[in-house]
């Protein structure tokens, strides 16, 4: 860490001694990441597979049946037991922990869906015969990286426009203050029940929808940091040196107007997060089948007699955002300025 200022050196002493935010980090990180690789640990299609001293890779590529020996061209059905026969004849199979994807349907229940957990289905089926923990483990990733590519791209849109309003003032300041006011009173969430009455929401569609406001939580923020600090001695020192406007501000103002959006980040993370789990859960949001805490929060209330269901969605929303909780406050700890170590 010897590139570290000792400014910064400090703040991340502080954090790592915030005992609940570093346990909430690495909490987090380990479930992200094991949440990336959804397809290693759920899958309906085997990892690997050798046959006649060939290898094959059905979860990357498809293969068809007669490539094992059987009869049709048609891509190979692993939870076949005639298709394991054939290869296990002339080979083996490495399955993942878990056998079932997100939309993959169990037709062998012992009982009618949504099936309570057993040794096959460790949480449960919901309503359509589809595993519990492969839809907790996928809709995890879609929310968190939902969640971080709209905050990382708010930040960047809310510190551009609260940096040019803060460091230049005058009517564009005004102009773009009564701007905002307008666009913030917008009801988001009706435009976005219409939109979805017309067509029907995407991933990216939600993302660009959901950008067109929440870039605003930022703005205030660098606006008044620039707007404290845009006639301070070594700003006008720069001015008269000839320094370009855009240096100035990018160079010298901003990384002091960082530290307030660093600390509001993992904020609106965690409100990007809830926003999608509640358009979900109102039926706005992704598209149907897309794996989704939201949804099978839904799930759990319009199945009351599998609570399997509803206290599944419950613990993982509320695990997720506690850990988004803890670690913004142990990163507001950090940066406060009246913290003393």
Wanted: charged residues 15%; neutral net charge; aromatic residues 14%.
């Amino acid at each position: 860490m010897n590139h570290l200022s000792p400014l910064n050196q400090r703040r991340l002493n502080r954090f790592k001694k915030d005992r609940r935010a570093i346990i909430s980090f690495w909490l987090f990180s380990l479930l992200f990441m094991a949440s990336l690789f959804s397809e290693l640990i759920a899958n309906d299609k085997p990892l690997l597979v050798k046959y006649e001293s060939h290898f094959f890779v059905p979860f990357l590529k498809a293969y068809s049946e007669t490539e094992f020996g059987g009869d049709f061209e048609t891509e190979a059905d692993y939870k076949d037991p005639y298709v394991i026969d054939l290869i296990e004849a002339n080979g083996w199979i490495i399955w993942p922990v878990i056998r079932f994807d997100y939309s993959t349907i169990n037709y062998d229940l012992p009982t009618p869906a949504p099936s309570p957990p057993d040794q096959t289905n460790w949480l449960g089926t919901d309503d359509n015969g589809r595993d519990v923990v492969a839809r907790i483990l996928y809709g995890f990733r879609i929310s968190c990286l939902f969640g971080f590519t709209l905050t990382i791209i708010s930040a960047l849109i809310g510190v551009i426009a609260g940096a040019l309003q803060g460091f230049h003032g005058g009517k564009l300041d005004l102009l773009f203050q009564r701007f905002i006011e307008v666009w913030g009173s917008m009801p988001t969430l009706f435009i976005l029940i219409i939109l979805a009455s017309v067509v029907q929401p995407s991933f990216w569609m939600l993302m660009g929808f959901l950008l067109l406001f929440s870039w605003m939580g930022f703005v205030g923020v660098v606006r008044a940091e620039f707007l404290r600090t845009r006639n301070f001695e070594y700003v006008l020192a720069a001015k008269a040196l000839g320094m370009s406007n855009n240096r100035i501000m990018f160079k010298h103002v901003l990384p002091n107007a960082m530290v307030a959006t660093l600390t509001l980040m993992p904020f609106v993370l965690s409100g990007s997060v809830t926003t999608l789990t509640s358009l979900d859960f109102l039926g706005f949001g992704l598209p149907p089948g897309s794996p989704s805490l939201g949804e099978l929060l839904a799930q759990g209330k319009a199945n009351i007699q599998a609570p399997w269901l509803g206290l599944s969605a419950f613990f993982v929303i509320g695990l997720l955002m506690a850990l988004l909780v803890f670690i913004g406050e142990g990163v507001r700890n950090a940066f406060d300025p009246r913290h003393t170590d």
